[in-house]
């Protein structure tokens, strides 16, 4: 996924002869925004919120099983909503700055605002000033110990697209990243970090890694043109039996984080529900299918709500 939208998050189509596929949207809403800031919201991927709602679902799972009180999870929500906006397109910028001489040579993404020279390298590094700025503001209004993880956090993000260049398990960084908002949002809502939020944190890592496999098979034919390496790649036609291992264990450790947070009697049936939607992901892939590929993908958007619910539920 590459910070929901670097070079993967358009895949699909290849320069081998298929059929381009992408999920980009350049003609939708950001048409309508003023033609000097549409580059800088397809830089931010604004035109495809789901690599936003990824970044954010593991800090709803917190809220919904930690959150003192409803107000307090509703104001946590609407502010992490804003950060994993802001800093998920700040992703999006670090990604393509590092990427724009490969993106060039790749059709479907040669249009990118970096790599077309749309924007300039030294315009977007301005922005991503502007966009950690004021991620930083809304990181300051947590207590201390969000604060310290929200800094710590901008190493694996800074390490990303180094990750894909030098090991297959690019998506392993990623998972440290994007599940961040588990530890994070545990941490903001009860100022603490214990076993709870560690395995919140873990279960997330998994669920990612698995997702984040499917979704480079969009990308595996090209990642082999440019020398990309990546989960999808590594494991070729063994993904699926990778992809059980890794949602049986995240599954597993959603149970552990219900367990010792003490859960009511209504979080186990409902939990059952996410479970069924992964099993479903595991049964249907089809690697040599990139559209299927990217629809599995996107349908843990509901596989992370519906976790949400199971901890909402288990508080009623």
Same mark, same amino acid.
């Given at each position: 996924? %590459?910070?929901?939208?670097?070079?993967?998050?358009?895949? #699909?189509?290849?320069?081998?002869? !298929?059929?381009?596929?992408?999920?980009?949207?350049?003609?939708?809403? *950001?048409? @309508?925004?003023?033609?000097?800031?549409?580059?800088?919201?397809?830089?931010?991927?604004?035109?495809?919120?789901i690599g936003v709602w990824l970044l954010l679902l593991p800090g709803l799972w917190a809220f919904a099983l930690a959150a003192p009180d409803w107000?307090?999870?509703?104001?946590?929500?609407?502010l992490f909503a804003l950060g994993a906006t802001i800093m998920? #397109? =700040?992703?999006?910028? *670090?990604? %393509?700055?590092?990427?724009?001489?490969?993106?060039?040579?790749?059709?479907?993404?040669a249009s990118r605002p970096l790599a077309s020279g749309a924007v300039s390298v030294k315009k977007a590094v301005a922005f991503l000033g502007v966009l950690l700025l004021l991620g930083l503001a809304i990181l300051l209004t947590l207590n201390p110990l969000s604060i310290v993880l929200g800094v710590v956090s901008l190493v694996p993000v800074?390490?990303?697209?180094?990750?894909?260049?030098?090991?297959?398990? +690019? @998506?392993?960084?990623? #998972?440290?990243?994007f599940s961040w908002a588990a530890p994070l949002g545990y941490?903001?809502?009860?100022?603490r970090l214990d076993a709870v939020g560690s395995f919140l944190y873990a279960a997330a890592f998994l669920w990612i890694?698995?997702?984040?496999? $499917?979704?480079?098979?969009?990308?595996?034919?090209?990642? $082999?043109? *440019? /020398? $990309?390496?990546?989960? !999808?790649?590594?494991?070729g036609e063994r993904t699926r039996p990778f992809l059980a291992i890794c949602y049986g264990g995240a599954v597993v450790l959603l149970a552990l984080a219900g367990?010792?947070? /003490?859960?009511?009697?209504?979080?186990?049936? *409902?939990?059952?529900? +996410? =479970?069924?939607?992964?099993?479903? @992901?595991?049964?249907?892939?089809?690697?040599?299918?990139?559209?299927?590929?990217l629809r599995l993908f996107q349908s843990n958007r509901d596989v992370g709500l519906l976790i949400a619910l199971a901890f909402l539920a288990g508080r009623l």
């Open positions: 996924m %590459d910070m929901g939208g670097s070079r993967g998050t358009e895949a #699909g189509g290849t320069d081998t002869g !298929a059929a381009p596929h992408t999920d980009i949207r350049a003609r939708g809403w *950001v048409a @309508q925004l003023p033609s000097a800031w549409q580059p800088y919201a397809l830089l931010m991927r604004l035109d495809r919120p107000r307090t999870g509703l104001w946590l929500t609407l998920r #397109g =700040a992703g999006c910028v *670090v990604n %393509d700055l590092w990427d724009r001489e490969l993106d060039k040579k790749v059709s479907r993404t800074a390490l990303y697209p180094a990750a894909k260049r030098v090991t297959d398990w +690019p @998506q392993a960084v990623l #998972g440290l990243t941490a903001a809502a009860t100022g890694l698995a997702y984040d496999t $499917i979704y480079a098979h969009q990308d595996r034919e090209d990642d $082999i043109l *440019v /020398g $990309i390496r990546s989960t !999808a790649r590594h494991f367990w010792l947070g /003490g859960m009511g009697p209504w979080f186990w049936p *409902v939990l059952l529900l +996410p =479970a069924a939607m992964l099993a479903w @992901q595991v049964a249907r892939l089809d690697i040599h299918n990139p559209a299927l590929c």
